[in-house]
């Protein structure tokens, strides 16, 4: 017998094995020790020593490789499989998909120490002092023993398990030293059942809409079959409820329920929420994790000892012992999207395995992305709508703000200067009438940093990023000067900022546009300056940079949730799911500019955007206003999406993408082609298509530069093929691809595929 091994190199193959002597004694047809499928094992690949995952079993004479060719792997890793058959299913899947090699997309699944062959009981190895030790065991002269036997001692009788204590700062040579001198024992802690889910808490009463959706769901899970929901609820329509009634039901048949969230939506209140509703083992599982909590949760899901899974993007590739309902929270999100190596979907992934599973999958959002309210006109998905907000909160009002009619705020400097703040009197007024009758407000600008860009008014020139095609952006701090400096939001490349221009050395140097920063100092200056502002109100600026340190967002939600008027000023981060309910006033002084950028999709991501983040508006008792400052009023869509709403707006853009054969009309392959030249680039990409089957009906799009061409010191052209259908670009993927790779002229070059890709 031979063992079939896929491993993390770039070839769309697997390799085949044989066993080492010891291990092919047969008895009968099978031998001793035959490693399982979905087993890692560890195998020598040219001059490496590489961990694969066995994924086949076959016999000598079905191999392509002569038997004195092959080589016998070097060691079995696991006894028993650490892929079930369902997650290696999955794993075929998004290799076909996608595209991908197998054994890459192996690697992409596993976390990185079950990829490095450690062994999966790590966690659960414990470390006590032996019960007649004591103190006196120790020699005067054995001080740093001394010191790590009562580090252990700290733990008590039932010591601590390895990894606590290497974190705590043990070595892990002084664990052994001790354990031979015999003074510590090791031992391995079988890790308890968790108790059944309880609940904690009384669910609220749910109203009409919300019983329905809840009934349907539960309904699904009843009948253990696939079914795909979309959750269509307005903002603060209480999809929560929704979900968390629908988990109950599937937690008390026993059964995980995963809940996908997006990157930064994973706030404090996250678990808080699910936590206080059940007493279960909840797992979160995100990308700031150290590697051993990773494995630690990924064995906790694929025993069945996690019982609520909270995760971002990547948790949709875990293995799960007894799933029962999966959850995509705020499904539209752009980073349930992966933007490298294995570029899959997050939501579509959470589809797929809903149906390998038989279980229902629920994709909950306030602004569903075309692709999915496609699948509900096609009967894929079934769509249940919440129109309302539970209680007295009503939907907010929005409302435009001409701001070619109106002037914009000046303001004086201490030196006399006088400079424009951006916001018209009519969105100073109504901030102004908000704070007065005590609540809070919040500002949208999707833009961190002081400044985006830095100009010479003499001479036009601007600060660039040598390595991007992109301005530099200007972080300017007035406080300490020394904090001032410019930056690239794309590569992170990092400059002074000059005192005069390069060019033609004019000391006229000035920094335009706004970002956060300079948004909140003006804002300083209006509303919290005793000479300006009879009560002084706290500006709260909410972005990457103010919520970097560990704790940083949770002093900002204290704050906040203390509910005394105030100001935030945040980027797209305040957009997902938070709950301000003292926000009665929206402003989003120039959020609307995506409806003019050359990307089709721009106008969609604009307006969900837009909408999520006017949701943040009265979510309390007291009603909501959004005012959208813009220059561009009479826009068709921008006026269709506030008088009439997102699913109308959404509905008009799908029209019009079916009528010009857009996606989600039409699917859609991007291949991007990375090197140090444009020409290169280009070159490579024109005799891709050059070697497309004939007759292969699709539509070809490029080679052309690629939106931002140089980032990063490296050059980007992209091709882009549309199919009418589904099956129609795959199959032309299948015949076409993997020779494009091997091109001459890729050499050198890094191709990329991106199957339904969300931008380009
Ligand atoms: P969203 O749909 O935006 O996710 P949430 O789930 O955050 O909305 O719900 C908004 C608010 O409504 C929350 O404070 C929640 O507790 C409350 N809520 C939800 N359902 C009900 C209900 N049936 N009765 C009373 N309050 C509810
Ligand atoms: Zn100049
Ligand atoms: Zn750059």
Same mark, same amino acid.
């Given at each position: ?338 933007? !490298? *190596?294995?570029?899959?979907? #997050?939501?579509?992934? +959470?589809?797929?395995?809903? $149906?390998? =599973?038989?279980?229902? &999958? ?57 400079? !424009? *703040?951006?916001?018209?009197? #009519?969105?100073?007024? +109504?901030?102004?009438?908000? $704070?007065? =009758?005590?609540?809070? &407000? ?319």
């Amino acid at each position: 017998m031979l063992v079939q091994v896929a491993l993390p190199v770039p070839l769309y193959r697997v390799f085949d094995y044989s066993l080492p002597a010891d291990m092919s004694t047969l008895a009968n047809d099978k031998p001793a020790c035959l490693p399982p499928i979905g087993s890692r094992v560890e195998v020598s690949f040219g001059r490496q020593t590489l961990i694969g995952i066995v994924v086949a079993h076959l016999s000598e004479v079905n191999s392509s490789v002569p038997i004195n060719k092959l080589k016998p792997i070097n060691k079995c890793l696991d006894a028993k499989p650490i892929l079930d058959a369902s997650l290696l299913k999955l794993a075929y899947w998004l290799a076909r998909y996608y595209h991908y090699p197998l054994g890459d997309v192996l690697a992409v699944i596993l976390p990185t120490l079950v990829r490095q062959g450690k062994p999966l009981d790590l966690l659960i190895t414990h470390w006590r002092i032996l019960p007649h030790i004591t103190d006196d065991n120790f020699r005067a002269n054995a001080k740093k023993q001394k010191q790590q036997f009562d580090m252990l001692k700290l733990h008590g009788t039932r010591g601590a398990s390895e990894d606590v204590l290497l974190l705590e700062g043990m070595e892990r040579a002084f664990l052994t030293t001790l354990e031979d001198k015999g003074l510590i024992e090791r031992y391995i802690e079988p890790k308890q059942a968790p108790h059944p889910v309880k609940l904690a808490k009384m669910p609220l009463n749910l109203n009409n809409e919300q019983q329905l959706a809840v009934d349907t769901i539960i309904a699904a899970h009843k009948s253990e079959r696939y079914t795909g929901f979309l959750l269509n609820g307005i903002t603060g329509s209480g999809k929560t409820e929704v979900y968390l009634q629908a988990m109950q039901a599937v937690l008390e048949a026993g059964k995980q329920v995963l809940i996908l969230v997006p990157e930064i939506g994973l706030t404090p209140q996250t678990r808080a929420r699910f936590a206080s509703r059940f007493a279960a083992h909840i797992v979160l599982l995100h990308s700031g994790m150290t590697n051993t909590h990773r494995l630690q949760g990924w064995q906790d899901c694929r025993t069945g000892h996690a019982q609520i899974i909270i995760g971002t993007r990547s948790t949709v590739l875990y293995p799960f012992a007894d799933l029962g309902l999966i959850i995509v929270d705020e499904a539209h999100d752009s980073s349930y999207k992966q933007q !490298d *190596t294995l570029r899959y979907h #997050a939501a579509d992934v +959470a589809l797929y395995r809903g $149906l390998q =599973a038989n279980i229902p &999958v629920v994709l909950g959002t306030a602004t569903p992305t075309l692709e999915h309210l496609k699948l509900v006109h096609e009967g894929k998905l079934i769509e249940c709508q919440l129109l309302t907000r539970p209680g007295n909160a009503r939907p907010a009002t929005m409302q435009l703000i001409d701001a070619r009619l109106q002037s914009t705020h000046q303001q004086t400097q201490d030196n006399g200067a006088r400079y !424009d *703040t951006g916001l018209t009197d #009519a969105l100073i007024g +109504a901030i102004r009438q908000t $704070l007065e =009758a005590g609540d809070q &407000v919040l500002i949208f600008l999707n833009r961190r940093g002081y400044a985006p860009v830095l100009l010479c008014e003499a001479c036009g020139w601007q600060a660039d990023c040598p390595r991007c095609d992109a301005h530099l952006t200007v972080h300017y701090n007035s406080q300490l000067q020394s904090h001032s400096y410019l930056k690239c939001h794309h590569c992170d490349w990092q400059a002074y900022i000059p005192k005069i221009c390069p060019d033609c050395g004019s000391q006229n140097l000035d920094a335009k546009g706004m970002g956060t920063t300079r948004l909140s100092e003006n804002l300083h200056a209006i509303f919290s300056n005793p000479q300006t502002s009879k009560t002084l109100y706290p500006i709260i600026q909410i972005d990457r940079d103010t919520t970097r340190r560990k704790d940083s967002w949770e002093n900002i939600y204290q704050r906040i949730n203390e509910g005394k008027p105030a100001i935030l000023v945040g980027t797209q981060m305040v957009a997902k799911g938070h709950h301000f309910p003292n926000v009665t006033l929206v402003c989003l002084p120039n959020a609307d500019r995506g409806f003019l950028s050359a990307d089709f999709r721009s106008p969609e991501h604009t307006a969900q955007l837009m909408i999520q983040v006017a949701g943040r508006a009265g979510r309390g008792d007291k009603a909501g206003r959004v005012l959208i400052q813009t220059l561009q009023p009479d826009n068709p869509l921008l006026l269709k999406l506030v008088k009439d709403g997102y699913l109308s707006f959404a509905q008009e853009l799908l029209q019009e993408r079916k009528m010009m054969g857009l996606p989600p009309y039409s699917y859609a392959a991007l291949i991007r082609c990375e090197g140090k030249t444009l020409a290169a680039t280009t070159q490579a990409l024109k005799e891709a298509v050059a070697h497309l089957p004939n007759a292969h009906n699709l539509a070809i799009l490029g080679p052309i530069d690629a939106p931002m061409s140089k980032k990063n010191s490296r050059y980007h052209s992209q091709l882009l093929l549309l199919a009418k259908d589904r099956w129609q670009l795959h199959r032309v993927l299948n015949q076409w691809w993997q020779p494009v790779l091997a091109l001459p002229s890729a050499k050198y070059l890094k191709l990329t595929l991106d199957i339904d890709p969300i931008g380009w």
